[in-house]
T-cell receptor
């Protein structure tokens, strides 16, 4: 079963707008990761945030983590059509095993 | 980043045949690889954890005799779908932890299996 829930399930925005996706999880974690998947392709790692971190940035990506609420958010600023993809959060508790959320399908309209 | 190669990317087979999917870590050694299954518009479901030199650990509900996993070397894990049926049609993805133990996993490009 999946650890996390993501919302929204689908998000459609215009190019240049910001996109925010949320992820909730149920158990204690070592870290939380965000991945991107283009249709029919493998996953690409975007960013990892450890349980003792609250916010992390990477280019146009901003990730927050609230361990008290067991939730995380991914913000993509100044979105581009090329950002269209599915985005998954995944939690890691011990070892390398990842448990994925349900994913958010982002569509950025040119 | 580390590269994981998965082959074949697409395979179509007849019901009752077996299909082997390979997952290779190209520039690092992977003592542990993971096999996922993904249905259309759904998330990844972990099927099993593949450990080099030992038996794979299967998730609850995954038939080990149906999905044979072999991890004979530090750079290669294989998933064999035995006696495939149409309901086995899915997207199978492997992943491996990179050599630097950062927690990040590297994923193959996936294999689309269609069983007729």
């Amino acid at each position: 079963s999946q650890q996390g829930e993501e919302d929204p399930q689908a998000l459609s925005i215009q190019e240049g707008e910001n996109a925010t996706m949320n992820c909730s999880y149920k158990t204690s974690i070592n870290n939380l990761q965000w991945y991107r998947q283009n249709s029919g392709r493998g996953l690409v790692h975007l960013i990892l945030i450890r349980s003792n971190e609250r916010e992390k940035h990477s280019g146009r990506l901003r990730v927050t983590l609230d361990t008290s609420k067991k939730s995380s958010s991914l913000l993509i600023t100044a979105s581009r059509a090329a950002d269209t993809a599915s985005y998954f959060c995944a939690t890691q508790t011990s070892g390398s095993r990842l448990t994925f959320g349900e994913g958010t399908q982002l569509t950025v309209n040119p | 980043g580390a590269v994981v190669s998965q082959h074949p990317s697409r395979v179509i087979c007849k019901s009752g045949t077996s299909v082997k999917i390979e997952c290779r870590s190209l520039d690092f050694q992977a003592t542990t690889m993971f096999w996922y299954r993904q249905f259309p518009k759904q998330s990844l479901m972990l099927m099993a954890t593949s450990n080099e030199g030992s038996k794979a650990t299967y998730e609850q509900g995954v038939e080990k005799d149906k999905f044979l996993i072999n991890h004979a070397s530090l750079t290669l894990s294989t998933l064999t779908v035995t006696s495939a049926h149409p309901e086995d049609s899915s997207f199978y993805i492997c992943s491996a932890a990179g050599g630097r133990n950062t927690g990040e996993l590297f994923f193959g490009e996936g294999s689309r299996l269609t069983v007729l």
